[in-house]
């Protein structure tokens, strides 16, 4: 029976040693072109096909990629950035024929299980990591390792690592200016979590803006949301009693609870809060009204992670690769009065 053949009979059948015999079904070097045709024509004559556990182990590939989540279970099925992110990240893998293996880092339990098992050669070609909260070691522990790792997101001191971003701060500026435009001047933000980098680059460009137009930031205009819709909520309750005209919510998932706050409070938008957001996700078109948002390419930017991660797997991890994808504000009704003259400005 062909499909009980062995690497041995292989090698035997073409008249070669097994490591020959091995080094041409993993298309390995050093093999003379008319032994490799010969073990070739015999492989094809008897239909014997390597066991793919056994071809892994030979050509230390596994063609698995790691997707590394380091963000609680309920956080990552509650926040629509992250099964948008993990579509991006799995097409890519379908498309150049590997498999997506998730891990979810939910504490530090997980990461001292989780580094023994990506030790292990072979188990996985790469990881694919979103960035963490400032502080943590798990990305710093990665990259130490000798597995191709790509950051999805800035990481902060960490000069040698691969990574991909959006512009975060060139797409908050545009926000708060598109705001500053309509007339606004009491502009207040959600931020957030700020041990995130992302959180921290969207608040530089809500600053940056507003003291271009010789505005201070007003701290009292300020509080914290934690990306999620329930901190969006409890932070738009703390600001309504400074009066904000205007609010920037660094996340789509965070103004869905800002809109529920102010309108709880008897209030409408935007005609007595106006709300900018950031994301461009479904539940922007979903809310009423629907958001005024920046957009950025999540599902691209899934797909390129992977491409950045397959080129480091090939070519090596150095030099660092860096790339920084572009933003864009779509305009919906939830800022008022449209403004058309805004760079970078969408309708939708």
Not at 20 to 35: C, F, K, L, Q, W
Not at 86 to 114: P, R, S
């Amino acid at each position: 029976m062909t499909d009980k053949l062995t690497l041995d009979e292989i090698a035997k059948r073409a008249g070669v040693s097994r490591t020959t015999a091995s080094r041409v079904i993993n298309d390995g070097p050093n093999v003379r072109p008319e032994v490799r045709e010969r073990v070739l024509r015999v492989i094809a004559e008897t239909g014997y096909r390597p066991h793919p556990v056994a071809q892994s182990l030979a050509s230390q590939q596994s063609h698995v990629i790691g997707l590394v989540l380091p963000r609680r279970t309920e956080a990552l099925f509650n926040d629509p950035y992250f099964p948008r992110l993990t579509q991006g990240i799995a097409q890519a893998c379908n498309d150049h024929d590997y498999t997506l293996a998730l891990f979810m880092m939910q504490c530090e339990a997980d990461e001292q299980k989780f580094y023994p098992r990506i030790s292990r050669k072979g188990l996985l070609d790469g990881i694919v990591i979103q960035v963490g909260q400032i502080g943590d070691n798990l990305i710093a522990r990665l990259l130490d390792s000798d597995v191709p790792t790509v950051v999805a997101g800035r990481p902060l001191n960490q000069p040698n690592a691969n990574y991909i971003d959006v512009d975060n701060i060139t797409g908050a500026h545009t926000a708060v200016t598109h705001l500053l435009h309509l007339g606004h001047r009491r502009i207040g933000t959600i931020t957030g979590e700020m041990r995130t980098t992302a959180a921290l680059d969207r608040y530089t460009g809500y600053c940056k803006a507003l003291q271009e137009h010789d505005l201070p930031v007003d701290e009292t205009l300020v509080c914290e949301g934690y990306f999620t819709e329930i901190g969006g909520y409890e932070a738009m309750r703390r600001l309504l009693p400074h009066k904000p005209d205007a609010i920037f919510s660094a996340s789509d998932a965070m103004s869905l609870g800002a809109l529920r706050a102010i309108h709880e409070a008897g209030l409408t938008v935007p005609h007595d809060i106006a709300v900018v957001s950031f994301d461009d996700l479904p539940p922007a078109t979903i809310a009423r009204p629907q958001l005024t948002t920046i957009h950025q390419p999540v599902h691209a930017f899934g797909v390129k992670a992977v491409e950045m991660l397959l080129d480091v797997i090939k070519n090596g991890p150095t030099p660092p690769r860096r790339v920084i994808m572009e933003t864009k504000l779509i305009v919906r009704q939830s800022c008022g009065t449209l403004e058309k003259n805004d760079k970078n400005l969408s309708t939708d």
